[in-house]
């Protein structure tokens, strides 16, 4: 059984998305929800890769945005559900402004040096920000800077490349006892699973026959917006970022690390064939699915080691 196809043609148009680079559009359903309908780029595979990391992350335990493929006016590209669409579900502050309390940053720039792991999580634990309402029942995440570690490690598992200041935030919540703040869900996954890779490049990274061009070695170089901390501040990979967390946050990370541990090789192989052949071709979700055995085989390493 494939994921289906959303036809979203006939749903009401609210209006286009100003934030980010991708042309993105709101739609409303039949139902009155709110979805943001994402054109993906050409030869990009962004709407596959956006669906296939919202299930990964669902596998997981990872809060997430609920995220469908689907069709509209005869392009296929990916749904979005809103997860702030009245005042009771909160607005969505984005972590630039977050950020911007910190001394220095600067938040109007796209990739800042003190984007870090380490400012990040200190962020977090400012207090009243508190976890998402989902890892409630997560004995090991107390705080949103635990949570916000398992965004980090799904990064990993499923090569993000794309974890910058405006793709994580808050959720705000107002009333008339004051203002309340927890961690939104992990959303915006497109640069991930190798999507934009060419058939050509994906076949050749899986026969192996180039020990500098495998598979393994593409997971362990992709690039984080993270950068390290200190003088000579460098991007870190999205495996280095999570090791970060790791060592800031020891008993979330290995939390975390245990749910993955516990979705299974098969599991995962099953959420990557479900992705119809209409969306993504027999050497994208081979190479998505290699990724995922990759990815998953290095984070066990770091298990309880």
């Known amino acids: ?21 991708k042309a993105k559009i709101w739609l409303l ?36 945005a609920r995220v469908e493929l689907a069709e509209w006016n005869g392009v296929l590209g ?31 720039r796209k990739r800042p040096r003190l984007h870090s792991v380490d400012w990040i999580l200190a962020a977090l634990n400012q ?25 980090l490690m799904l990064d990993a598992v499923i090569g993000n490349t794309d974890r910058h200041h405006e793709n994580w935030g808050l959720l705000v919540r107002s009333s008339e006892t004051g203002e309340t703040a927890e961690l939104a869900p992990s959303f915006d996954h497109a640069s991930s699973l190798g999507r934009e890779l060419s058939d050509g490049e994906r076949t050749r990274r899986l026969d192996g026959r180039d020990r500098l061009a495998t598979v393994d070695a593409y997971c362990m170089h992709g690039r984080s917006p993270l950068f390290s901390l200190g003088t000579g501040a460098h991007k870190l990979s999205v495996h280095q970022a999570f090791a970060r967390a790791r060592e800031l946050c ?17 599991e995962l192989a099953e959420s990557v064939h479900k992705l ?3 969306v993504a071709s027999a050497p994208a979700r081979r190479f998505a699915w290699a990724m995922l055995e990759s990815n998953r085989r290095h984070l066990s390493s770091l298990h309880s080691s």
């Open 1 to 21: 059984m494939h994921y289906p196809i959303v036809d979203a043609s006939t749903w009401k148009t609210l209006g286009d998305e100003s934030v980010g680079t």
């Open 29 to 64: 359903d039949d139902q009155e929800r709110e979805w943001l309908f994402k054109h993906p780029r050409k030869n990009s595979g962004e709407h596959w890769a956006e669906k296939l990391g919202a299930e990964v992350a669902e596998l997981i335990g990872i809060p997430h």
């Open 78 to 108: 990916s749904i979005s559900l809103n997860f702030t669409p009245d005042r009771s579900a909160g607005s969505l502050v984005l972590g630039n402004a977050l950020l911007s309390s910190m001394p220095g940053y600067d938040k109007a």
């Open 127 to 151: 207090a009243g920000i508190g976890r998402p309402a989902d890892c409630s029942a997560l004995p090991f995440v107390d705080t949103a800077s635990d949570a916000f570690v398992g965004y």
């Open 250 to 266: 020891h008993r979330a990370a290995e939390g975390w690390l245990a749910l993955l541990m516990g979705v299974s090789p098969k």
């Open 276 to 278: 119809p052949a209409a």
